[in-house]
Structures are given as C-alpha cells and as structure tokens.
C-alpha cells in the first residue's frame, strides 16, 4: 500500500490485505482494519458531506461517530457512520446532504445566508399565515434531513438478539474497564466487557509514551488485553456500541457483524448484579471561526489516523490543544514526517515536562496561552489566526492540517441516562460523576484521571466493587485497593475554557445541526437560559451524534454568556439509543412463527392453499375456485373430510373442577354427562362472549373440553385467573397439539365410518350430541362426537397426532365409493354460515354479548355461588334494548358485499355484515350480519354501504335463520 | 425491560415471561345484593398507585402460575418484603 506507514508498531491494519470501495463510481484502496473513512481519507478524500443547514463542507473530525459530519450511504443505508463502518470489499458509498457533489454542492452558497436564519427561524418565520405553511413544509421538507432512503430499498442480512446475564457488565474495554473486569473474575464472577472499537485497548492503543518502567503503552494496553481475552471468566464483545443503561442492572447494546459473523447486527440485552461504566473521554472541541473546516480536527482524530491506520493527516499542521494528548500527537506526528508549524496551548501550567523536553528537542515552537481564533480556507483548511485568549498578538499560519482540541469530556452518558448525575469539577475543568445509579461503579478517565498507574487502580478498585455489589466479601481487599488509588497521582488539572473572542458566527457548537455560538446567544438573548432549553430551541445536540459535540461546551458557554457559576448548569440529558442503531436490529429474526396441523404436509400434497389463520397456518381452499363450490356441495351430497386439529381441547380434573368450569362456563354444569356432549360458552366480566365450544364428562370429577381455535392459547390463563383466589383444587392439560382432529362430514359420513370400526354406530348407538370411544384401523384409540357445525351428519374424530395420517388414509380409503373429498376452511366457513352456526371473532367482536348472538339459552342464570364471570354484567344487558343482534341477510341483487361493510341509513351506521357468500344449497346471497333492535326484525330490509358503491346502496332482507335445513333433519339423521 | 419478577415456583426471571394482572382487589364479592355500581367498581376501578402495591401476575413463558408480588410503580421494580400502603 504505496499511501500508508507500514512500519508502525501500533497498526491496527493489515496493508498486505487490500479492500476496495466504490465512491462516486472511482474505487478506491483500503486494506484490511480500515474504516470506511480511513479508506477514503487515505485516497485522498476531504470533504465527507454536506452541512444540514448551511452546506458547509465537512470532514473527518474525531473518527468515533461523534457528529454526523461522516455520515454517509453505504450499500444504499443512509446515515451510516464511516467513521465506525469497517471497510468491506465492494461496498458503495455516497455522501449526504448535496446537490451535485461533496466537492461542489450547488447549495453551497446558503452558508451566505445564515444572517436570514437566527435561532428558531421555523418557530418565528413559519406559523403566518396558515396557509402558507403547507407550501413551506414541502419546501422545508425537500431540504431537511440528513441521507435519503429509496422506498424501494429493503434491508437484506440476519438481525438476531441475545440476552446473556451475568454478575458484572464492565462498559468500555480501555485500561481500566479491562482492569475492572480482571479484579471482578479474579473474585470468581463472571463478566461481560463491552468495548465499541473492534479491539480493546482504549487510548493505549495508539499511544507511545512510555509507563515508568519504559513500556511504550500501546504495548502495556495489548498486554492487558492478552490477559482480558485469555480469562474464561470474562466474554468480551467488541465493536458493541451501548443503547441504553436502565435500573435492576439491564444493558442493552448491539454489535455490528463483520464478514465472519452470522448476523448483519445484533442486539445484546444484558441482565447484571453490577455495572461498571469506564467508558473514559471524548475530546471537548475548541471553538473558534470556521471550527469545522475540513483540516481541522481532534488530536485523537489525527493521533490515531497516523499509529492506527499509517496514514499522515497532512502536511504542515498547526496544533491548538490543551491537554498533553495533544502534545504526544504532536511529536508522533513530527516524527513521521509532519511539519509541525507551532503548537499553541491554552495551559501556561501543569504540562508534563517530558513532553515539553522532547518538543523542545525537536526544536517545534510550543506558545503556552495560546489558541486558534480563525480558520482560513474556501473548501479545505489552508491557515489559521492564532493568538492569546484575549485576542491579542495575534498571527497566521498556513497550514492544510489543524489539530484542534480544549481538553477531555468525561462519557457520563450510560449513567445519567439511568438516573445518574455530574457536577461541575473546577480542577478538571469538566462535569465528572456526582449522583451515581444502583449498583454502578465507575472507573478510569470518567473520573478525571490522567495517569496510567491511576487509571488502572481506578478499574481494579472498581471490580471489586462490582464483587461486592454482588454479594461478595472483599472489605480487605477494597481497603488495599482504595489505599493503593489513593497514593498514586489524582485527576487531572483541566481548563473550562471555551471560546476566544470572536463574533461566533461561524463558530459551530453543534455540526449536526449547524449551531453556532451566535444562535446559543440569540436564544439565550431571547430568554432560554438553561441548556436544557436552549437544546430545544437551537436543535443543538439533537442530531446523529445525540449531542457527542455540543455536550460540555453548551452548558460551559451558557454559564460564562451569563457570567453565573458554571456549577449552576449541566450538559443535556441523554437517550437511548447512545447509539443510533437500525430498527431491523430492534426487531430480530422473523419472529412470525406459525403452527402446522399433523396433516399440514398431506394437505398441501392435496393442492391445499394455506392462508395464515391465528397462530396457525390452514388449508384454506382447495382449488382456485376461491367460492368452494365443489367442496361444498360434495359435503351437502356425499361427504367431505376436513382437518380440526387447530381446535383448543383440554382436560380438567380434581375435587374442584366442577367449581372451575362453572366460574368460566354459562350454562350450569353439573348437567353435563358421560356419553353426551355439552355446547356452552364463556363470557368476560361484560358479559361479552370470548368463547364457545363442547364439554363432556370423562368420568368423576373429570371433563374434556374444546374451545375455538384462537382461545387455546388464553384458556388455562383464563381459568386460573378467575379461580385464583379460592385456592381450587383442580388440574389442567392442554391437549391441543397432542391430539388431531378430523371431521367428516356429509350424508355418506356414517357409511364411511362404519367400515372401519367393529362397534355399533348407527343413529341409536351414537346419535347426535353423543359421545363414543372406539378403536379404528385395529388398535388406534379414538374419541368421536356426533357434532353438526356445517348441518349435515357430522363426525368430530379425536385422533392422538401421531395417528393422524394413518387414520386419515384409511378414512379416504373407506370413502372412496362414497366420493370423499377434502373440504377447507373457506368451504366450512359457508357451510356453517348457511346453518345459522356463528364463528366468534366473525359473527362478533369486543361488545358482543351472548345474547346478541342468540346465545342466550346456554346462560343458566341461577347459580350465583359460582359467581359466573360475565353472569352479572348479562344481567343487566338484558334491559337493554338498544344492542346490535344477529340476523340473516338475504341480498336483493346480485351482488356480493364484502365482509365488514356497514349498514346504514340516511344518518348513521346501524350494523354490519359479518359473513355473507353466494350460496350453492340455498337460493341467493345469504349472511350474517348485527344490526341494531329495530332493523332485527325478520322482514326489514337494510342498506348495505360499500367502497366505490357510489352512494348505490345495496340492499338485503333480514330473513330467518337459518338458511339451511332449519328443523335440524340432516344433522340429526 | 428492566422488571425482573420472582415466580414462586421458577425463581427470579425476566419480566418478558409475565403477564400482569390487575392490581390485587380481594376475592370476587357475593353476587346476592351486590349493586351494579359496586360491581362495576371491582371489574373496572383501579386505584393506580404511585408507588408500592400488590397486584398479580401470571407466569405465561414458565410454568403457568398466578401469584401476586408487590411492585413499585414509580420504579417500575418488584419490591421484596415491602410494606404495601
Ligand atoms: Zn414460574
């Protein structure tokens, strides 16, 4: 790789391993460990994007996805962080945010007009008059926003979660996080470091003083990390990003897959006894004019670009820093070839005095209380105007790369969004943790800390905190860890400074937004005092970056605008997610899992066509002729075989079983019998009917009972809740899935039957509502009941599941002669419809009540020591006149209206249809609708409104029910 | 979510595994005499305490038991060995 240093001792990539990126359709070269910034920056690349606001030309600035200045469309994703995304061969990019390109954005010329946009220009400008607005919204519409999504883009690639527990969760893999989590395992806990680089390390890894006993620390970090990765006790998850901190220890995280891992991003919720946050130090940017030149950026930026990456930032750099990172940046950069131009540092004191001996030594101009007032440069940084802090002697300097830095920001995030809180520290010069969450310990530079040895102690110290927290015992060795802390050097001397005097018009305080010190003053001028306030009305803070930028200069500024005490403010709160992460991530894998019958495969063999039915997936046609006909009448004329198994059945048995069922079921049951089947319903408290189906009596204090197929998964739920006080001594068992069920159908049904049993069947034997068991086939134990939901003769077969095929095959078999045929769920759903027979959640809906529904016989009224759910609230339903009831529809015309259209009069809506089809056994188009009291009335003819009618209603009669075979002969034959 | 509960059959677990409730009321009343309005006040009346109550939860990912515990509503935290006000 011709445009890296290959030779550093501190590389994190492999340039034996090239990758190549596509960026305005020119590829360009990275290798192996890049960022998708880092590629670029390395061929060349300077300006990024475009500015939200003001299209001010933008550029790499602290490679940790703090702004949104290197946000850019990778693969068609927009908003992607370059700066985070490792390089992947193949990708495409674009940059955001501009007409035409970053290099030439034809909207540039709005950063002129920023005077026309003081702070809260929408709030002002937009309101009058009202009928503007529409027209600016589109306008406003067309130039907000950052990145573009094409409507037609779908997100391919596996999203999947985990939720792993574990004793202490240790945020951020820097020396101290890696020292916290070793003293937590060495204590036998187990530990989950979470590190957002894809290596730990922290600011080790890229630095090369030396400790004191002349290891370069760089070389002390991977040693750590060898250890860190080498203990079982700890499970590092690297290139995690945090979402979110919360109380009773939760975590949650996510973690973007490289090329070797199985998911594209994973989300990572963590249940811990401890929290340890060692997230350490952002830096604090140096504000001055043109802040956000592309050229300018942090030490760390330009730290890192050269001894992780071996790519020099640029040519002649000028240093405006106050932090002695910023000084070790300076000389690696001198040593590789940069040409330090000065160094200008806010601090007149507390320096470390080997770093001053080696600048020295290296003959670079070092000006202490001095700092950047102004950048120069078009598009790209080509000077800057240094001085002291009050403006004066001041003088320019050409230069292409401006390393640009007031000190560090403690990352206080993960515990003030949990309830935490900083204070401002005036040593530090920063707001360090005050009010710390439950069980969350912090470590390193959070705490201000500067010192290696401190650092570390700090991480030791707190795992064992962590122990403790979780129930161990380590007084002596707190004791020792706290003393050994306390002797080794305290935080760091910081400053506060902010801002030099300068007008602040191009002085950005937040690049997502494009804030600058002008618009904080205007809001502060306009009576928004806190930052809290001013976030709001300048927007700053409330980009991508979720305010990594703005976050202790805005408070610092508020307070020295003011002249009040900077103890009297605070930075922003923060949000989850700390991180943006997709929405595919939050939803997982597809999590739409559907049940399949014994008979699902055998079905689908028969040309079944499966429709998503609940939780199940059901052969809802037979052939493409979606009205059934044939399936239909083969069960009106000959028999139809037809597969039940998504039916609920269960057993309830024990002392109280009877107290159980009575509590839930209407009618009174101590009426139900062995042999005969029992048809009865639950209501909710409203008396609104949540359920029907059969129950038999097995035998002493044991039933067996169906219910509908989409309240099998609520129904012991239901009968424990509304039993849960008395302590009823009653057992459940739900036999849903392990039994199947076939239903066959039709005149021929009992012919079909009796050729495989060796009982006695016939109408006598088993007559309708009765119960028998038999064997079939020889030795296969069956359950049947004599039901009649479509009107015919009909046989319900509980067959155990793993019998279901066999038992299916010698039905057909038995039935060929009688012309047997498969009927679905569309062909039962007319037939039942034809007899009058209702489907809940069809022919009702959250305030039907039973007697809406015609149901009313089944309420045995007279049991109030059972206290009967829903028994009251019928009660009172009964006195009231003006409820929807069910009634039969029979069409005028020849027109089929579709489920759920209402009906009408001239004013109001009366009604609706629930089912109605073209019937083959009955003349016409029948249905079943609710209506209301005075439209019940067989003989009144209702309006039907349907979509694109046209104001041509449809009309139908309210006839009888039901349609088919009212005496009941045919099901009762 | 952050709410753990403690089933009294599986232990501590993750709130996702439960379903809730309602807040603790006493058993049903006897229906002889009982007013409509008494009635509805039991069906349908809370008392959405800020802070600590008793209510009832169901172990529906588990093992399929109702139990009550006491939570804070304010933390949105199982309390153990609370004084419910
Ligand atoms: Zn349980």
Redesign the pocket.
């Known amino acids: 790789m011709m445009n890296r240093i290959t030779n550093l001792p501190t590389l994190k990539i492999d340039p034996s391993k090239a990758v190549s990126l596509k960026y305005h359709d020119i590829p360009y070269q990275g290798c192996a460990g890049d960022t998708v910034a880092t590629a670029l920056y390395a061929g060349g690349v300077r300006i990024f994007g475009r500015s939200l606001k003001y299209h001010r030309p933008r550029g790499l600035y602290s490679l940790d996805g703090e702004c949104s200045n290197t946000c850019m469309e990778i693969d068609a994703i927009p908003n992607e962080r370059s700066e985070n995304l490792p390089a992947r061969d193949g990708m495409v990019v674009r940059e955001q945010n501009v007409k035409g390109s970053a290099e030439h954005d034809k909207l540039s010329f709005i950063d002129k007009l920023d005077w026309a946009m003081p702070a809260g220009f929408y709030y002002h400008t937009m309101h009058k008059p009202a009928a503007l607005w529409p027209l600016a919204m589109k306008q406003i519409r067309k130039a907000a926003g950052l990145g573009r999504l094409s409507p037609d883009f779908r997100q391919t690639g596996r999203f999947d979660e985990i939720f792993p527990s574990t004793e202490v969760c240790v945020i951020g893999g820097g020396p101290s996080g890696m020292q916290a989590a070793l003293s937590a395992a060495e204590q036998g806990l187990r530990v989950i470091l979470l590190e957002a680089r894809p290596w730990l390390g922290g600011f080790y890894d890229y630095r090369t003083v030396q400790d004191d006993h002349a290891v370069p620390l760089y070389e002390r970090g991977r040693k750590l990390a060898e250890k860190v990765s080498a203990h079982p006790g700890i499970r590092v998850l690297t290139h995690t990003s945090l979402v979110g901190t919360y109380n009773n220890g939760l975590v949650t995280a996510f973690r973007r897959g490289s090329s070797e891992d199985s998911f594209a991003e994973r989300y990572i919720e963590i249940r811990a006894k401890s929290v340890v946050v060692a997230t350490g130090c952002i830096e604090r940017p140096l504000l001055f004019e043109n802040n956000e030149r592309p050229g300018v950026m942090q030490a760390g930026c330009a730290h890192r670009l050269l001894n992780t990456f071996g790519i020099l930032p640029g040519k002649t750099a000028v240093f405006a820093v106050g932090h002695d990172l910023g000084l070790e940046a300076a000389l690696d950069l001198h040593d590789q070839g940069v040409n330090i131009a000065c160094i200008a540092d806010l601090r007149t004191e507390g320096q470390n005095p080997d770093l001053l001996k080696a600048l020295e030594s290296r003959d670079i101009t070092y000006q202490p209380g001095q700092t950047a007032l102004e950048a120069h440069g078009k598009k790209l940084l080509t000077g800057v105007v240094l001085g002291s802090m009050d403006g004066s002697s001041q003088k320019t300097l050409p230069c292409d790369l401006l390393v640009a830095s007031a000190g560090l920001t403690p990352v206080s995030g993960p515990l003030t969004i949990n309830k935490g809180s900083v204070a401002y520290d005036a040593h530090t010069g920063s707001f360090l943790p005050d009010k710390l969450p439950e069980n969350t310990r912090v470590a390193g530079r959070i705490l201000g800390l500067g010192d290696p040895e401190a650092i570390e102690a700090s991480g030791h110290l707190a795992g064992l905190q962590a122990a403790q927290d979780c129930g161990l015992d380590s007084a002596a060795d707190l004791q020792k860890a706290e003393q050994a802390l306390a002797e080794l050097p305290g935080p760091e001397k910081g400053t506060d400074f902010v801002i030099g005097p300068v007008s602040g018009r191009k002085s950005f305080i937040c690049f997502d937004e494009d804030t600058t010190i002008k618009n904080i003053k205007q809001a502060i001028n306009k009576g928004f005092d806190v930052p809290e306030l001013i976030k709001r009305f300048t927007s700053a803070g409330t980009g991508p970056g979720q305010g990594g930028i703005p976050d202790h200069n805005l408070p610092l500024f508020t307070a020295l605008y003011q002249g009040s005490a900077q103890e009297s403010v605070r930075p922003t709160n923060r949000r989850p997610p700390l991180t943006p992460i997709f929405l595919s991530t939050y939803a997982g894998r597809n999590h739409d899992m559907a049940k399949r019958t014994p008979m699902h495969d055998r079905q689908k063999q028969d040309g079944g066509i499966f429709r998503r039915l609940g939780v199940w997936r059901r052969a809802r046609y037979f052939s493409e002729d979606l009205s059934c006909r044939q399936e239909v009448e083969n069960v009106r004329s000959n028999v139809g075989i037809f597969d039940g198994s998504t039916l609920g059945k269960f057993r309830i048995h024990g002392p109280d079983c009877l107290k159980a069922l009575d509590r839930v079921f209407v009618s009174d049951m101590h009426k139900v019998k062995q042999g005969r089947i029992k048809y009865t319903a639950m209501c909710n408290e409203d008396g609104c009917v949540i359920d029907d189906g059969v129950i038999t009596k097995m035998g002493e204090n044991d039933y067996f009972f169906t219910t509908s197929t989409g309240r099998a998964g609520a129904t012991v739920e239901w009968i424990r809740y509304h039993t849960r006080y008395e302590g009823r001594d009653f057992h459940m068992v739900n036999l849903t899935d392990a039994f199947g069920v076939i239903n066959l159908s039709g005149p021929n049904a009992r012919k079909v039957i009796e050729k495989v049993v060796d009982q006695d069947i016939s109408n006598e034997a088993l007559p309708f509502s009765g119960v028998k068991g038999f064997s079939i086939g020889q030795n296969v134990e069956v359950f049947v009941m004599r039901l009649g939901f479509v009107g015919e003769l009909s046989y319900e077969i509980h067959v155990p599941s793993s019998y279901m095929e066999s038992v299916w095959d010698l039905l057909l078999e038995a039935g060929q002669e009688f012309g047997i045929m498969n009927f679905g769920v569309e062909a039962q759903n007319v037939l039942r419809m034809e007899k009058g027979h209702i489907i809940l959640g069809q022919e009702s809906e959250q305030r039907t009540n039973l007697l809406d529904v015609h149901l009313g016989f089944l309420w045995h009224r007279d049991k109030p020591e059972a206290k009967t759910v829903g028994s009251l609230a019928l009660k009172q339903a009964e006195q009231d006149p003006d409820r929807l009831k069910l009634v039969g529809l029979k069409m005028q015309e020849a027109k089929v209206p579709g489920d759920g259209c209402v009906i009408v009069d001239e004013s109001r809506i009366r009604g609706y249809v629930c089912t109605i089809r073209k019937s083959f056994s009955v003349d016409g188009i029948v249905g079943l609708a609710l209506v209301e009291g005075p439209l019940a009335k067989p003989g009144s003819v209702v309006s039907i409104y349907e979509d694109e009618c046209k104001g041509n209603l449809l009309k139908a009669d309210v006839v009888p029910l039901p349609f088919y075979d009212p005496e009941g002969a045919r099901m009762k034959a | 979510m952050a709410l753990t509960l403690t ?4 232990g501590e ?1 993750n709130g996702y595994e439960f379903k809730y409730g309602g807040e603790d009321k006493g058993p049903r009343p006897e229906e002889s005499g009982l007013s409509p309005e008494a009635w509805c006040d039991y069906v349908h009346m809370n008392n959405c305490v800020a802070g600590v109550q008793k209510e009832w939860w169901y ?1 529906r990912d ?4 109702w139990f009550t515990t006491e939570r804070d509503t304010t933390s949105n935290l199982e309390i153990h060995n609370a004084e419910v006000s």
């Open positions: 089933c009294p059959i599986c677990r172990h588990g093992c399929g038991v």
